[in-house]
């Protein structure tokens, strides 16, 4: 439950507990009074019993009309329906909880937080109540942006927070455990189908597809992928239809697994059809907004920009940065009438460059931050050139939000034939070796492993020998290029 709604809960609670004192602690005696009006003090006091009678009813019930009725005003009879509630909610919560606490605490305990089905069960009980009250949860519940089905009617509202409701606890019951079997995916697919179509039986055509546009999972992936790049909402229309069409023909649960390569390459093909086909309903302007507002590598620098109140400008200064020396690495990279080791030296100097150049522009701590997890500098200062343009027939080619530099083999570096790059960074560990026709960015040791991205070059130049081991300044990271290995001799 997020901190803001426990604040309010708890001043919920606290206004409950005063009008519960309030209303049942015993009035003052009253002043003795002649005894030729003891009968119309004693209607007095039957009529001044009465109210708080009623109160103390309303107040056991948590019913925020029967408060009302008992004479307080409608806020805060909502204030204490709604802390009547939530004392209900924490005394079923410690009933569930009432077994005895395992004493080895060093243990894992599954049992010692509630499971989705019985979180999904509290959160209904406390929108009930909410709803009750004010007569929406106001999302406060996990409900997502209220305003996003603003278009709707109240009571079309309700409908649907209702029938969400129900097939969230339903879903929950398969793969709640972190394992999802074949037989699993085929009940969910069902219940979301229903979902679907009941959803469908509430709304119009026109409402559904404005429902669809804002609260759909392609809808989210859109928002998460592109950021705010997409500046029309005519624009986020056009973007939608073309992904629902390659979604439907490439359904994400379809994509796991053992995928068969036919199906992978046309993907891969669709993939890059879908960004022309995006590029050319937007124009090209628009595009280029999208590949820069979907960088991750940028996006962290905004992020620093932002934590630190840098300049408006300094996400322009390190992009600028990054494309000229990927222009630069790249000219000292295809020259090979230099040999392949001042050539990588030259490059080496580059990456020096950029990390006085990005402590110019974030301050130090930030731009070591940046350089960590941005992996063009690290490229640099190992000799190796990058280019900002996905290189052609890889799988990642057009794919918006997805790796933002790739590395550029040097000119004579390999023999004819493929060699695949490998470019690793994130936080999971791994002690695998090198493998011939690798590239691997990792340290000298376990290398770091998290988001592995494979892009495929052909080479045909066979001058000079490819190098074995790169080594950064530190030792802190090592690539190793290596072209293919030759065939085996035939036997004589």
């Known amino acids: 439950m997020k901190p803001a709604t426990l604040l309010l809960f708890a001043s919920l609670l606290a206004n409950l507990a005063l009008v519960a004192v309030l209303a049942t602690r015993p009035s003052s005696p009253p002043p003795a009074a002649p005894a030729a009006s003891a009968s119309s ?20 019930a948590g019913n925020a009309r ?42 894992s305990n599954p049992g010692s937080t509630p499971s989705r089905e019985q979180q999904l069960q509290l959160r209904r009980e406390m929108s009930d109540a909410l709803v009750a009250a ?35 606890e339903m879903m929950a019951k398969f793969g709640g455990s972190g394992i999802q079997l074949p037989s699993d995916r085929e009940k969910l697919k069902l219940l979301r189908a229903e979902r679907d179509r009941d959803i469908a039986a509430v709304l119009t055509p026109e409402e559904q597809l404005q429902f669809e546009l804002r609260t759909s999972p392609i809808a989210g992936l859109i928002r998460a992928r592109y950021g705010d790049g997409i500046e029309t909402e005519e624009d986020f229309r056009k973007i939608y239809a073309l992904q629902k069409a390659f979604e439907e023909k490439f359904p994400t649960e379809a994509m796991s697994g053992r995928i068969n390569p036919e199906t992978l390459r046309a993907r891969n093909d669709a993939q890059r059809q879908l960004q022309d086909d995006i590029r050319a309903a937007l124009g090209d302007t628009a ?24 300049a408006a400008g300094t996400t322009d200064r390190v992009a600028t940065l990054r494309e000229n020396l990927a222009a630069e690495s790249q000219r000292i990279n295809a020259d090979a009438s230099v040999p392949l080791p001042q050539r990588r030296a030259q490059i080496q100097e580059l990456g020096t460059r950029a990390r006085a150049e990005l402590q110019q522009a974030l301050g130090s701590e930030a731009a070591d931050a940046y350089s960590q997890r941005s992996p063009w500098v690290g490229i640099l200062q190992s000799g190796l050139a990058y280019s900002t343009t996905p290189p052609a027939n890889s799988p990642g080619l057009g794919v918006i939000g997805g790796q933002s530099v790739y590395p550029v083999m040097p000119a004579g570096a390999g023999g004819a034939g493929g060699t695949r790059q490998m470019v690793v960074t994130g936080a999971t560990l791994t002690t695998d070796g090198a493998a011939a026709r690798d590239v691997h960015l990792g340290g000298t040791g376990p290398v770091v492993r998290d988001n592995v991205q494979v892009m ?35 036997p004589k």
């Open 134 to 168: 004010f007569g929406e949860d106001a999302g406060l519940l996990g409900g997502g942006d209220p305003g996003y089905l603003a278009f709707l009617s109240p009571a079309k509202r309700e409908a649907l927070r209702r029938i969400n409701q129900d097939y969230e």
């Open 66 to 107: 029967e408060l009302e009725a008992a004479g307080l005003p409608a806020d805060l009879a909502r204030e204490l329906a709604l802390g009547r509630s939530l004392s209900r909610l924490v005394a079923k919560y410690r009933a569930d909880k009432s077994a005895p606490a395992d004493k080895r605490w060093w243990r």
């Open 41 to 60: 003090g004693a209607r007095a006091s039957a009529e001044g019993r009465a109210p708080s009678e009623a109160l103390r009813a309303a107040l056991l």
């Open 456 to 490: 495929t070059f052909t080479t045909s130049t066979t001058e000079g020998p490819a190098p074995a081991v790169v080594e950064t300044p530190g030792g802190q990271r090592t690539i190793i290029v290596a072209p293919p290995s030759p065939p085996p001799a035939p």
């Open 287 to 310: 595009y280029a907004n999208l590949r820069r507002a979907s960088d991750g590598d940028l996006r962290t620098v905004e992020a620093l920009a932002s934590r630190l109140n840098l």
